[in-house]
């Protein structure tokens, strides 16, 4: 069964200071992947995607994640994080071959401290 | 500007009492879905809709039903059935090939 493991509920970082949340998948078909943001009782934003070829993504907001098929992985980075970063993160996966359906992990909720 | 509307932001369910949540898209997208989300478990789905008047029940479809009569519209109705409906609903759309899905600003269901 395809599934979406982000291990970490709650990360809590200083302003200013590096971001990496992690997000591990289990997926029998070619996965496309996707990094959203939610702030509390708001929609999900798209952060970034990636479907093919180069493994680095760059993102809104200063984000980028990398794809690494080995270990099924694809972490999101943030190289200096702002106060207003402070949200819900949630790592996506799917596939054409399962009708495009979204499978998604429980969410990493950020908390940044100035 | 082109979005996903979802309406109300809040409703309130009596015991007993089937509810409609409205989803509407005007990004031309044949694809909508409904998810459920429950704090620390994700968005789980409950319905997807690939083309007008098809759809097909998602991870945690017992409960509920929609309708897909307009490319625009997919509508929710959490019905009796479900015992426990209190949660953030959301729509979502999605268009050709490899799109991402988009995502209204949900709706709040609670019990009265």
Redesign the interface.
Known sequence: AQSVTQPDIHITVSEGASLELRCNYSYGATPYLFWYVQSPGQGLQLLLKYFSGDTLVQGIKGFEAEFKRSQSSFNLRKPSVHWSDAAEYFCAVGSMEYGNKLVFGAGTILRVKS | DGG?T?SPKYLFRKEGQNVTLSCEQNLNHD?M?W?RQDP??????IY?S?IVNDF?K?DIAEGYSVSREKKESFPLTVTSAQKNPTAFY?C?S?GQ??Q???????T?LSIL
């Not at chain 2, 620390?40 to 789905?45: D, I, N, P």
């Not at chain 2, 991402?100 to 949900?106: I, W």
């Open positions: 996903i979802q694809a879905y998810y620390g478990q994700g968005l789980r789905l997807y690939q097909q998602g959301l979502a999605k090939g490899s991402p899905q988009h995502f209204g600003d949900g709040r």
